[in-house]
């Protein structure tokens, strides 16, 4: 029977060899049909097969099983936990403890060196928990990662995820009620919100005598085509490490839960973020940030928007942002169901 591919069901088998329409050999007749091999016929742009259906095989994807990392995670309720007394050092003393960060960094390096799929930290990091002190930990994760991406040495990457980590601590100058504010804020507040950039570098210098991390944290705001803060300077001012965990920043921030905005599908983010590396953000650190990050979404458990279930399977060749997911015993290509979405991106410890 001929079937169309989003219709296939695992198991089924080719009753026929398969080709694009180039001619080109893609799958030999008898062959059994699972996730990869209905993605190598969607990338192929093949819309129909003959098959015979599976009426018997059960079918179990590997990916399913639920894993988890309690060391990970214990390592990152320690680190978040050590910025909360950064955070609290500074707002009394203006300084933090340089030696609490070494504390804190060492097992976060280890960590992050050890382990390479960063949307499952991602999603092992994404709580309702505070905003700030959580949201700097994420930043600090992904510009580890981001900076390496990019073909920065370890060491670098290193010291950049210790800047990125630190990036927001100028906000521990800022007044409780207006940081943690739940509407919107005034322009008089948003001014003030917007000095701990300046607080922020100025802490970081005075407590590690590092500039550029304390650059970073004054430069995160600034974008590239001169409409941040504090200063409005554009991409060719702004120090490359601030340029990285400016794309860190803004992507934690619109996939976390904020007092003033519900968080966004982390894939729908990343559509985002390419649109502002259009001006906004650098266009190197956004454009590999995508491209790095999407096939750590391969296999990742999500929810549509019509309440059902599945995995994605593949990202498709020219829409990156609509994957093809396999729900139950069908496949839905969201590259042409525009009526359907990705609504929520599970972590490995709820799949």
Not at 225 to 238: A, F, L, R, V, W
Request: net charge negative.
């Amino acid at each position: 029977m001929k079937v169309y591919v989003t219709d296939l069901k695992p198991g089924d088998r080719l009753i026929a060899d398969t080709f694009n329409r180039h001619g080109v050999h893609i799958l030999a007749k008898g062959t059994a049909l699972y996730d990869a091999e209905i993605a190598r016929l969607v990338q192929h742009s093949i819309d129909y097969v003959e098959v015979q259906p599976n009426v018997e095989e059960a079918y179990t994807n590997a990916s399913s099983a639920a894993y988890f990392f309690p060391e990970i995670k214990s390592t990152f309720d320690d680190a978040v936990l050590m910025f909360e007394s950064l955070f609290h050092e500074s707002m009394t003393t203006g300084t933090f403890n340089s030696e609490l960060v070494e504390d804190i960094m060492q097992p976060l390096f280890n960590v992050l060196a050890s382990q390479k799929d960063a949307v499952a930290l991602l999603l092992l990091l994404n709580r309702d928990a505070n905003y700030t002190y959580v949201h700097s930990m994420q930043v600090g994760m992904l510009s580890y990662y981001l900076a390496l991406w990019l073909g920065h040495p370890h060491d670098e990457a290193s010291a950049i995820c210790q800047a990125g980590y630190l990036h927001d601590i100028g906000k521990s100058t800022i007044p409780s009620e207006i940081l943690n504010k739940p509407g919107r804020l005034t322009r008089e507040e948003y001014e003030i919100i917007k000095t701990h950039t300046v607080n922020g570098y100025e802490i970081i210098r005075n407590s590690l005598g590092d500039t550029v991390a304390a650059t970073a944290a004054l430069q995160h705001h600034e974008r590239g085509d001169g409409s941040g803060y504090p200063y409005g300077i554009k991409e060719e001012e702004m120090h490359p490490w601030s340029r990285i965990i400016a794309v860190a920043d803004v992507y934690s921030a619109m996939t976390s839960n904020r007092v003033y905005q519900d968080k966004q599908e982390l894939i729908n983010v990343l559509k985002e973020l390419y649109s502002l590396s259009f001006g906004q953000l650098s266009a190197e650190p956004t454009h590999t940030f995508i491209r790095n990050m999407l096939p750590y979404f391969i296999n990742k458990k999500v929810k549509l928007t019509n309440g059902e279930l599945g995995y994605i399977v593949m990202n498709h060749p020219t829409d990156f942002f609509r994957p093809l997911v396999r729900v139950s015993d069908r496949f839905v290509d969201l590259s042409t169901e525009h009526d359907l979405d990705i609504e929520e991106v599970f972590s490995d410890s709820e799949a």
